[in-house]
């Protein structure tokens, strides 16, 4: 038996995939979580072999929560399960240890297949998305230029990326400057969107 743990903030979806999970005669869902800051507490409690984490949660993403299970070495394999097919979260995903990679509205049995396969040590990526981040290539913003523009897409002003960043505003304007210019936007604020449509921020 598959011990699985569910995460996710959408309670009528999670019911659902719990219910579909449930008629597997080999997987089992002994935990079910609405919160991000509330997965590595159930998977203590539950000792779940695989967690399956939403990205888009209140208290943390599922890609942040399956970096905290990778460094404190958890050994239950996770899975993402999400709506969000952007390329930048199947990279960020792949180096934080995901083992699975599967769209929402993909059939209740390719997750289930999934979830066996990963739990074999083996990975299950979903193929248009494994395609999709190929043909994107690496992040091409710096870390740097990432907490700039990730902040200039919040609303804030340069003296206020500024001072929350401990840098001048002239070097403020170069690094969106070239944020701006690696994205081919003109603007700080589209091309913070771009950013975050390719889930690279």
Known sequence: MIRVLLADDEHLIRGAVAALLGLESDLEVVAEVGRGDEVAAAVAAHGPDVAVLDIEMPGADGLAVAEELNASGARCAVCILTSFGRPGYL???????????????????????????????????DAEL??????????????????????????????????????????????????????????????????????WI
């Open 91 to 125: 990279r960020r995903a792949m180096s934080a240890g995901v083992r699975g990679f599967v769209a929402k509205d993909a059939p209740t049995d390719e997750l289930a297949s999934a979830i066996r396969k990963i739990h074999g040590g083996g990975r299950y990526l």
């Open 130 to 199: 494994a395609a999709s981040a190929m043909a994107a290539g690496d992040n091409p913003l710096s870390e740097r230029e990432r907490d700039v523009l990730r902040l200039a897409g919040s609303g804030a002003e340069t003296a206020r990326i500024a001072a929350d960043l401990h840098l001048s505003e002239g070097t403020v304007r170069n690094y969106l400057s070239t944020a701006m210019a690696k994205m081919g936007e003109p603007t700080r604020v589209r091309a913070a969107r771009a950013a975050i449509d390719m889930g």
